[in-house]
């Protein structure tokens, strides 16, 4: 069975390499260890930021305005045509892929902007803050921007997917194991089971605040 790699498959995946190489550059100059647990969240940030604006950005630029992945140019395009021999509505500016597009290149870029601060400045977010001053700040806010970016990756996910599944899945091609497992499970996989993570820890979070607040009342 043809694997389907290629030159242009090599370069793709190099160039996703490189954003997370960038990623974890911007984790260490921001602090890296000394950030303790949160420098894991700090890396995903960074990562899902990064992709949201330098692959997804380009992506919504050329699908719309009439125009489309396939006829444009350039090494970006050939990056989405190449992920489009997996998924064939990236290539024709399929309107609900567009539409989830926009609204991750926007709002979710926005949200993991604001927790990457929050985190690198202690404040309104789900961990890192001293309980006697979280019990002060209204915690169910703390996790607020965590669990809203979540859900905002997974609902994508989901509203990428599930109406093709319902058709029968007549626009993605699995014959190739380069298609099947690297560019629909793999990737898109990561923006399910990180999200799913990180909702956990923010439930765990919120419940440990929760308990140590009522401690704090019955004293």
Request: overall charge negative.
């Amino acid at each position: 069975m043809d694997s389907g790699l290629s030159l242009v498959s090599f370069w793709s995946l190099l160039a996703c390499s490189l954003q997370l190489l960038a990623a974890v550059m911007l984790t260490h100059r921001c602090g890296g260890r000394g950030l303790g647990p949160d420098r894991w969240v700090v890396l995903w940030l960074f990562y899902d930021v990064i992709v949201h604006l330098t692959l997804e950005g380009p992506f919504v630029y050329m699908s719309v305005g009439g125009r489309t992945v396939e006829t444009s140019e350039g090494p970006l395009a050939e990056l989405w045509k190449e992920y489009g021999k997996a998924d064939c509505r990236w290539l024709t500016s399929d309107p609900n892929i567009v539409s989830i597009e926009i609204l991750t290149v926007v709002l979710d870029s926005l949200l993991g902007l604001g927790l990457i601060y929050a985190v690198l400045q202690d404040q309104f977010y789900s961990t890192g803050l001293p309980v006697e001053l979280v019990l002060t700040l209204f915690p169910v806010f703390q996790a607020l921007p965590a669990v809203a970016l979540c859900v905002c990756e997974l609902y994508g996910g989901w509203m990428t997917f599930c109406p093709d599944w319902l058709m029968g899945s007549p626009h993605l091609d699995t014959s190739r194991p380069l298609y099947l497992w690297v560019y629909l499970v793999f990737f898109n996989g990561l923006w399910v089971l990180v999200p799913v993570l990180l909702l956990v820890q923010s439930w765990f979070s919120l419940r440990t605040l929760h308990i140590g607040d009522r401690g704090e009342k019955r004293k």
